[in-house]
Structure formats: C-alpha cells, structure tokens
C-alpha cells in the first residue's frame, strides 16, 4: 500500500516558486518520453489543438511517471465526462480551455471534486489510485488535483478577478492567441497590445493571491513574465522544436551546397 504522491507543480504555483514548462502536442509517448528529463517543471498535454484522445493521454502520463516534470492534460472542452476519465487515469491536473465566467470555472471545479463537493464519478480501482493500493486516495486527491482555468476573450479578462476568486481554482492561465484574435490581431499573440491587456488582467488576479501562467514561444518573454510574477509559463512546444529544428538543419545544409 503507498499514499498518493505529492504535486509539487501545484504547490510551487501556490507558494510562488516559478515553473517552466512546454507544451506536448505531438500526441505520442515517445516524443513525451524524450522530453520527461529536459528539466520542465510541468508540461501540458493538449487535447483541444491536437488529435489526442485519451489512451494516448495515459501513455504519455506513463512516460512522464518517472520524471520529475509534472504533466498537465487540457481537455478539448469542460465535459465532465472527459474530465473523469483524465483523473481515473491519473492526471494530477488540468487546464480548462475557454473558461468566461465563474459558473464555468465553479463547473470546472465541480467535475474534479467527488460528492457532495462536487459531480465526479466514484471508480474505486483506477490507475489515479494505483489501481486501489493508494490508501489516501479519496482523502487527499482534491489537495493534490491542480485545477487551472484558461481567459481567451475580452469577455472573460472582464470578469477575471470573479473567476480567479472561484473556490478551488487553483490558477489562472492567459491564451495570447485568442485574447490577440479577440482583440482584432488574429495570429498576433506578442502584440504590445495583447500583453497590455494581459498584464493588467494577470496582477488583479496576482493581487487576489491566485498564480497566472501563459505560453510564449520566446525564451525573453518567458524569463521577462517569470521574473514579472508569472508563476507558470510554458516556454514553447515539442511540436515548434521539431518543426523549426527541422527548418534550420534544411536551410543549414542547403546554404553550404556548392
């Protein structure tokens, strides 16, 4: 028998130590693996930009498992049923897409929380309690469950100190992309204007005592927002390092033909 293991991501973001992160698209084990040791704090596995569905969720967890990278998964959308399924297989959190108001971040909450806190399904073997032998489970997954919320528009960086104020949300994620797109700067995530709006909406939720994190994929702007109070940040993708490696070594090797 064991007991359910610590979230260190989700502490670190509670007492404002500072996690580096990369975002996992590429919807596979093996890339997962190859990254496990890279020293990321946390990674996030995307359901909603990529085709991964659930068993290759539970594969990546399992690569992940014997690193000291906590891994994240972003469900497509707030469908409890969903939601279930990633914590019955052991993800320690997850990042809700699209959040617009309270009643949708306290839904988030809901469908990570057993009753009567809550809506999630009881299944009593599973991989998230190491197929029943965590004996703590039931009385310790809550504490240990990081459960963050994603702003996107202009109507939700409107109410972004009543959603971080939710009971249970344990984080507030920005997504510079759709916020740029509702903004009228459609594929202009680093506009000054984006991250005018950004930062203001991130120190009201710093100044209710919640962490904020985003994703860049620049290593400036994510040391610059680190050192600014952003608690988590994701520094780019392996899918980007992939693609723009793959660029580089091309355009490299073409350069030096004769």
């Given at each position: 028998m064991s007991?359910?293991?610590s979230?260190?991501?989700?502490?670190?973001?509670l007492s404002?130590r500072p996690?580096?992160?990369?975002?996992?698209s590429l919807?596979?084990n093996?890339a997962a693996?190859?990254?496990?040791y890279?020293g990321?704090?946390?990674a996030l596995l995307?359901?909603e930009?990529?085709?991964?569905?659930v068993?290759v969720?539970?594969?990546?967890?399992q690569?992940?498992?014997a690193s000291?990278?906590i891994?994240?998964?972003r469900?497509?959308?707030?469908?409890p049923?969903?939601?279930?399924?990633l914590?019955?297989?052991?993800?320690p959190?997850?990042?809700?897409?699209?959040?617009?108001?309270?009643?949708?971040?306290a839904?988030?909450?809901a469908a990570?929380r057993?009753?009567?806190?809550?809506m999630?399904?009881v299944?009593?073997t599973?991989?998230?309690?190491?197929?029943?032998?965590?004996?703590?489970?039931f009385?310790?997954v809550?504490?240990?469950?990081?459960?963050l919320v994603q702003?996107?528009t202009r109507?939700?960086?409107?109410q972004?100190e009543?959603?971080?104020a939710v009971?249970?949300v344990?984080?507030v994620?920005?997504?510079?992309?759709d916020?740029?797109?509702?903004?009228g700067?459609?594929?202009k995530?680093?506009d000054?204007?984006?991250?005018?709006?950004?930062?203001?909406?991130?120190?009201k939720?710093?100044?209710?005592?919640?962490?904020?994190?985003?994703?860049?994929?620049?290593?400036?702007?994510?040391t610059?927002?680190?050192?600014a109070?952003?608690?988590?940040?994701?520094?780019?993708?392996?899918l980007?390092l992939?693609?723009r490696?793959?660029?580089?070594?091309?355009?490299n090797?073409?350069k030096?033909l004769?």
């Amino acid at each position: 028998m064991s007991q359910l293991k610590s979230n260190t991501f989700k502490h670190a973001i509670l007492s404002g130590r500072p996690q580096v992160g990369l975002w996992i698209s590429l919807c596979s084990n093996f890339a997962a693996e190859v990254v496990a040791y890279s020293g990321f704090d946390w990674a996030l596995l995307d359901m909603e930009h990529s085709p991964n569905e659930v068993p290759v969720v539970l594969s990546q967890l399992q690569a992940f498992a014997a690193s000291d990278t906590i891994p994240v998964a972003r469900p497509a959308w707030n469908d409890p049923v969903l939601v279930k399924r990633l914590l019955d297989i052991g993800s320690p959190g997850l990042l809700f897409p699209m959040v617009q108001s309270p009643d949708e971040a306290a839904a988030a909450v809901a469908a990570c929380r057993y009753p009567p806190n809550g809506m999630r399904g009881v299944g009593m073997t599973h991989r998230g309690n190491r197929f029943g032998h965590v004996t703590d489970y039931f009385d310790r997954v809550e504490d240990e469950t990081c459960i963050l919320v994603q702003v996107e528009t202009r109507h939700a960086l409107d109410q972004v100190e009543a959603i971080a104020a939710v009971d249970g949300v344990d984080g507030v994620f920005f997504g510079p992309a759709d916020i740029a797109a509702d903004l009228g700067k459609l594929a202009k995530p680093m506009d000054d204007e984006v991250w005018t709006v950004i930062t203001a909406a991130a120190d009201k939720v710093r100044a209710l005592g919640k962490p904020v994190g985003t994703l860049v994929n620049s290593v400036d702007k994510a040391t610059s927002l680190l050192n600014a109070g952003f608690s988590f940040v994701a520094c780019g993708s392996d899918l980007g390092l992939l693609a723009r490696g793959a660029d580089a070594l091309c355009a490299n090797v073409r350069k030096g033909l004769a």
